[in-house]
């Protein structure tokens, strides 16, 4: 029995990128976070954080493209693509924790301002700025998938809290009202509540099985039973292997079990084209035997 790995090649390379982008973005977060330390500021500290959570979303992205690439085994029949929402759901908790401290740090700030460096700030944010459009013009040319694409959008939501940062330095400089760096960074920990919440949303939707984003369990059962010598559609189920890869199964009432071959291939080939569900799992029926309910 082979397992389809038609894929690899565009994986690999997805991989390669966001490696190479986490590592930059990772990089830059030690360098903001000490200049952040030593400058207090808070809005560098809170940058730097983010920045982190773009890291870690990177990388569960290059473990998704890994684990998509793992071969099935008799122990782990589906592979090992649930691994990216375990992963991605320990980030997320993690990244809670990161965040109740910077809220915590900011009202302590609000209550006892220290002074902050606004030249640094600025500089520092700037050159954040000027890394996260780079990150970004990496993501969007080379091949992208699911993961790249929810990267990305963490990359986006750092490049505007490096703007956030800036003006926070601009402010201190012309005018010296120091509150503005606690107060952008309570901003900037709401964008990171925001994608955070967002991903674990995503991650306990997955683990519960639920029927993948994106994808309507009643459209695809009224597409599938429209289709020639289909009668009806019943027991359906839509699940993830991973964030990537959507499974199905169904009970399909047909006309003439002596088609089911030629229907077979059809129903596989619209759910591949139409939705990207790879692994279908299909039952052929007749009418009469079809078990109904004495309500029905």
Known sequence: M???NHQQPHLHNSQNGLYFAASITLIYAAIEASVGWWANSLALLSDAGHMLTDTSALLIAALGAWLAQRRPTPRHSYGLGRAEFLAALINGLLILVM???VIINAIERLQQPLP?????VSTVAFIGLALNVLVLYLLGHSETDLNQRAAALHVLSDLLASIVAILSGLVIIFTGWTLIDPLLSLLIVAF???STLRLLREVLHGLMEGVPLGLSLTAIGTEMAARPGVLSVHDLHIW?????RFALSAHVVL????QWDNILDDLRHMLLE???IDHVTLQPETPASVVRSPSC
Do not use: F, R, T, W
């Open 2 to 4: 082979k397992h389809p």
């Open 99 to 101: 965040a109740s401290i």
């Open 116 to 120: 902050v460096q606004g030249e640094i």
């Open 192 to 194: 990171i509540l925001y």
């Open 240 to 244: 993830s292997l991973s964030s990537q």
């Open 255 to 258: 006309l003439d079990l002596n």
């Open 274 to 276: 139409q939705y990207g």
